[in-house]
């Protein structure tokens, strides 16, 4: 597979040094050079396979022999070892429920199948990912690398910060997971890292990593569920499906487009936002003009400059689409609130980021359409929100209930580098 680099198409990478590096200069993201298609007959035929089997062959056709296909069956296998059911909510309208994973978020799909791929082509060089985290990046980062080979982790956070189930989601789990609490606040993590980063000796022994979120490998992975949710859903619905989208990065939204390029029948797509609606206003108006970011109820699509855009544009522009062709719209908080109640009287429990998607979806669908929305994060993520919204509580999940009596195996640090930078030297790979 070779990538170019958006910001200098020159500069040209293999899938490896892709997932390595990360961005390319001038922190300019990677794109596929060739984008692989199926025939109606190879996309029918695939629609009938199990998630991983397929998943395997949408994969393998963008790696192509870089990665031999048993190698990353198992890969995917190991990646992808949780549902992703579509669950009706009304008549003609179904969730893609893409929470069913270890830390409950579609993050996990991506965050995972990223794992798999850095510790594959790390080789017999072992590598050091070292991220800070306000809460939740941080617990999938640690479950996607858990046990892995090759790999071990760091994840720095604010003592006292964050929640306490939070906390025991991925400061529990020990092995190659080193957690460190650091005891200042988020700002300082980052900062923390970023010295780390620039610190030459510390990145080369180290081989430092930071599994960012523009990572190629991730946006591969999340288009594997938009072909499992026409998997599921009936025939003769499959030419009229409209899917909604909730979007903060866009990440998720380029994954679905790239499902499409592929010959996956999708009609039309829905671009979703809260009021951090930089992408809404510039399809209507033509201007990209990001406002402040606005804290919202759907906090992990509180960006106002979406880093995936320009791959979106990349694709529009090489398939011959129209962006106008592109739905899209802005959910207030108020709106979100009260979509979050009628979907409970419908008898479904949702949460903010999916009530933006499924409010969009529902105002817009035509007649004849059927219309799937992203369920990307479990209501019990947002649950202190999601109660006082409803007026009513939520149960713990399991996978937040088991964790919950484990005993912590944080470190504990001062915001000073040079202590950091001991602490990691300790465990420099030998
Ligand atoms: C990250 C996230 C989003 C936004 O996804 P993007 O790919 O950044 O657009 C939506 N919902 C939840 C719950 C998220 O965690």
């Known amino acids: 597979m070779k990538l170019y680099n958006l910001k200098d198409n020159q500069e040209q990478v293999s899938f490896a040094q892709a997932v390595k590096q990360g961005l390319g200069k001038q922190q300019g993201l990677f794109f596929p050079k060739d984008l692989p298609s199926f025939s109606q007959a190879e996309i029918d035929a695939l629609l009938k396979l199990d998630f991983a089997t397929r998943s395997s062959r949408i994969l393998s056709a963008f790696i192509g022999d870089e990665i031999p296909a048993d190698v990353l069956a198992k890969r995917v296998n190991t990646a992808f070892a949780f549902p992703a059911p579509v669950t009706q909510v009304e008549e003609d309208i179904s969730c893609l429920e893409l929470f069913h994973g270890p830390t409950l978020a579609f993050k996990d799909f991506g965050g995972r199948f990223m794992a798999q791929m850095l ?167 033509g201007k990209w003009e990001p406002h402040r970011t606005i804290a919202t109820l759907s906090n992990a699509m509180d960006v106002s400059q979406p880093n995936n855009w320009p791959r979106i544009e990349e694709l529009y522009r090489r398939k011959g689409w129209l962006l106008s062709d592109l739905s899209h719209g802005a959910v207030s908080d108020e709106t979100t609130e009260k979509t979050v109640r009628e979907l409970a009287q419908k008898g479904y429990i949702s949460e903010p980021h999916a009530a933006v998607a499924y409010r969009l979806l529902r105002d817009e669908l035509q007649e004849g359409e059927y219309g799937v929305f992203l369920g990307t994060a479990h209501p019990a993520k947002f649950k202190e929100n999601v109660e006082r919204i409803l007026g009513d509580t939520l149960p713990l999940p399991k996978e937040l209930a088991e964790r919950a009596d484990k005993k912590l195996l944080s470190h504990l640090l001062p915001a000073d580098f040079s202590q950091l930078r001991a602490f990691l030297l300790e465990r420099a790979p030998k």
């Open 119 to 285: 510790s594959e082509v790390a080789g017999d060089q072992p590598v050091t990912i070292l991220t800070a985290t306000s809460g939740d990046t941080g617990a999938a980062v640690a479950h996607a690398f858990y046990k892995l080979d090759n790999v071990q982790v760091v994840i720095l956070y604010p003592q006292g910060k964050i929640s306490p189930l939070q906390e025991k989601l991925f400061c529990t789990l020990g092995e190659n997971i080193h957690t460190v609490a650091i005891q200042d606040d988020f700002d300082a993590c980052q900062a923390l890292v970023k010295q780390a980063f620039d610190d030459e000796y510390l990145k080369n022994t180290m081989h430092l990593n930071s599994a960012n979120s523009i990572n190629i490998s991730r946006l591969l992975a999340q288009i594997c569920y938009y072909f499992e949710a026409v998997a599921q859903i009936p025939a003769e619905k499959r030419q009229q499906l409209v899917i909604s989208v909730p979007s903060g990065n866009f990440g998720d939204l380029t994954a679905g487009l790239l499902a499409k390029s592929m010959g996956l029948p999708v009609k039309r797509f829905i671009a979703a936002t809260n009021v951090n609606d930089t992408v809404p206003r510039y399809l209507d108006s």
